[in-house]
Each structure stands twice: as C-alpha cells, then as structure tokens.
C-alpha cells in the first residue's frame, strides 16, 4: 500500500515522496521515493502527517450525557466518539474517564462500565482507544480497586484531579448546582456530600502516594490536573508524575518544563484564542515554551485545527506545531511506535486538505495501516 504524491511531514521537514505501508503488520515500511506495484493513494495536493495521538478527550461525555439526566447507552457514545476522532485525524485516544466521589455520571459504576465497554468495543473501533483514568482525589474508598486496575493493565494513563469544591477553588470548580444536576443531587445533599468527604482530607497525600507507586510499578504514565504552584508540581513530580495538565500560570509551568516534564494544554484554547474560563492561554505559553503537548480536551476537531492556527499566527511552523499534537503526546503517553512518519512506527497517517489553512479537513486517515475514514474514494486506487 502506497501513499503518493503528498507533502509528507518527515524528519522535522516537509518533503514530497511517497509512504509505503506494510499491509502485514501495520508498519510504515518506507519514506522516500518509491516505485513499486499495487493499491494506492493520490495524495498530491495534501499534507501527509502523522495521527494525532489525543492523551486527554473527555468529549465522550456528550454523547453519554448530552443534557443533564439524560443518558444514552454507553456503546452508542463510544462508537460516534470514535467516528468523530477518526473523522478528525485522531488515530490514538485517550477517554478522559472520571472516576469521582460525585454519584452519576461520573460515579463509580458508569467508570466500571465506560472501561468494559472500551475493553470490549475497542477491537472494531478506527483509533486505538484507551481509558486516561481521571481519578478524583478524594475518591479514597476508590484505591484499591483502581490499585487492581493498574496491576491488570486496564489503564493506560492515571490523572490525579481535585474538583473539590471549596471558597478557595478556581472558579470553574464553584458552580455547585450544575455539580449536583450532573450527579443527580439536589444543591443540599452534594453541599452535604463535600462536607463528610472534607473530613477525610488527611488521608488524601498518602492515598495519591500509593497509587503513585502502583501505576510506576505497572509503568503507567501519571498526570497532576491544574497545578496551582511550581510547590504543587514538585510534589507530583517527585511521586514520578512526569506530565502536568493545565497548570493555571506561567510559573508553575515553568518550572514543570525546566524539569523535562511535559506540559500539557487544551486545544480549544489555541482555536479559540483563548481559554473559555479566563486562564492562561494555550498558544501564549507555546510561544514562551511553556508547553509541550495539545490535547482535545472537551472538542475532537481542535488537535488538527489547532497546529495550523499556530503557524497561521506565526507562533511554530506547522511543521513544530504538528509534533504538539503527535509525537510529543506519544512520548508522553509512554507510546514509542507512534507519533512520527518513521519506517517501522505503526502507519498511523491523516491526510489533510489545508486549502483554507485555518479550516483544514481529514481527507482520509488510516490507522495502523487501515483506511478508517475517507470523504474521497476517487484518489484511492
């Protein structure tokens, strides 16, 4: 199988030549000039780049939850998930999976069955689909089982979160009546809920310390959520906590990239020009290196808009900006066979039409060497 004609992003450059994929194992098996005989694809006139790999999408939860209480069953959310990702050019992704002390949605027997249902669909899924535990903090009577989770290689990373309400929290973390509607609570009883889990607090660095060790012994990547200071970040990182997501300023991800840890921030910030809830913004930080990986966050199309919005404002060069959102994410998540156009790397490839650079579109894009989204037959042959 051969991709030919396109601008392929390899070596840190764009060059025109053609990608052979190996149909056997899903493997790149060449970049460079190419001759020989069988199925192709006419790319001339796209960009050949590498797939996305999204480590942090909880965008799922729209399709489980499009409106507060009402819900659809799980495997219909996954399955147009995954259409939207491959639709997309994200070719690995990360499920966002909240495991929370909140009843509902993101409560404890929904985390059980997001996980099975992506155990059990993930076989004819287009990405290779993964579950990022999000695990809230406070959710301590939750250690154990998720201790077992890491032992069984069930998880591919573990995000420590605290969304604990309190007159000290950001902003976003105070709005207390949509907590309680997504839980299925009244304002009362979820007021009542903080309170007894408040009392615990104690409990929670030792908790954090634990599972720490057990996703290390298992060699799964862990990630702190909204780091408020480079104090905060230097606890994590000393537990092995090498990615920090959305720290909330400058400093504290300063000192998360002067330490070689990977930073990562919301797509949607750099599409939008800004965060949506007043914090740091996304391509700000890239232009001071404050940042090293784009996520989808909350929004499946921004991974492929966002780099081609950062070289349109000059911020990177696509060909830079590209890696922020494959194989920077890749290495993050501890994914050596992907993120680069490299023989031997797995044939995960987005082809995209950037006539209209700040609208670019997957054409076509394949996943371990198979087409699993295509909007033009006419250039395979």
Not at 68 to 91: C, H, K, M, W
Not at 124 to 132: E, N
Not at 161 to 168: E, F, G, L, Q, T
Request: hydrophobic share 40%; glycine share 10%.
């Amino acid at each position: 199988m051969r991709i030919q004609g396109g601008q392929v992003l390899a070596g840190g450059q764009f060059v025109e030549a053609d990608v052979r994929v190996d149909d056997r194992d899903g493997a790149i098996a060449s970049v460079g000039a190419d001759g020989g005989n069988g199925r192709s694809y006419d790319a001339r006139g796209l960009y050949v780049l590498p797939g996305i790999v999204d480590i942090h999408a909880d965008a799922f939860e729209r399709q489980l939850m499009p409106r507060p209480g009402v819900g659809f069953p799980i495997d219909l959310a996954l399955q147009e998930s995954d259409r939207q990702a491959v639709g997309n050019g994200i070719t690995t992704l990360f499920h966002g999976v909240t495991w929370s002390w909140e009843p509902g949605l993101r409560g404890a027997d929904n985390a059980r069955a997001v996980l099975t249902g992506i155990e059990q669909l993930q076989p004819s899924l287009g990405a290779d689909t993964r579950c990022h535990l999000r695990h809230e903090t406070y959710n301590l009577d939750a250690e154990s089982e998720i201790t077992d989770w890491l032992g069984d290689k069930r998880i591919g990373m573990l995000g420590f979160n605290d969304h604990m309400p309190s007159a000290s929290a950001p902003p976003r973390l105070r709005k207390i009546a949509e907590m309680a509607a997504r839980a299925g609570l009244t304002v009362e009883e979820f007021n009542a809920l903080v309170e007894r889990l408040r009392a615990r607090a104690g409990d929670v660095p030792g908790s954090i310390e634990r599972l720490a060790r057990a996703a290390g012994d298992s060699s799964v990547a862990t990630l702190s959520h909204d780091d408020m200071s480079p104090a905060q970040r230097q606890w994590f990182r000393a537990l092995g906590c090498r990615v920090a997501e959305f720290p909330v300023n400058h400093e504290t991800a300063d000192d998360a990239t002067r330490a070689g840890d990977n930073v990562v921030m919301g797509a949607p910030n750099v599409v939008r020009g800004g965060s949506h809830i007043g914090w740091v913004s996304a391509a700000d930080m890239i232009a001071r290196g404050l940042c090293t990986v784009l996520a989808s966050d909350y929004y499946y199309p921004a991974p492929l808009l966002a780099p081609f919005r950062l070289a349109a404002d000059k911020v990177a060069p696509l060909a830079e900006a590209w890696r922020f959102v494959s194989e920077r994410p890749a290495q993050a998540a501890g994914l050596g066979d992907r993120g680069a156009l490299e023989p031997g790397k797995r044939a995960d490839i987005v082809l995209v039409d950037a006539v209209d650079p700040l609208r670019p579109k997957a054409v076509a894009t394949m996943a371990a060497g198979r087409f699993v989204h295509m909007t033009d037959a006419s250039r395979f042959n």
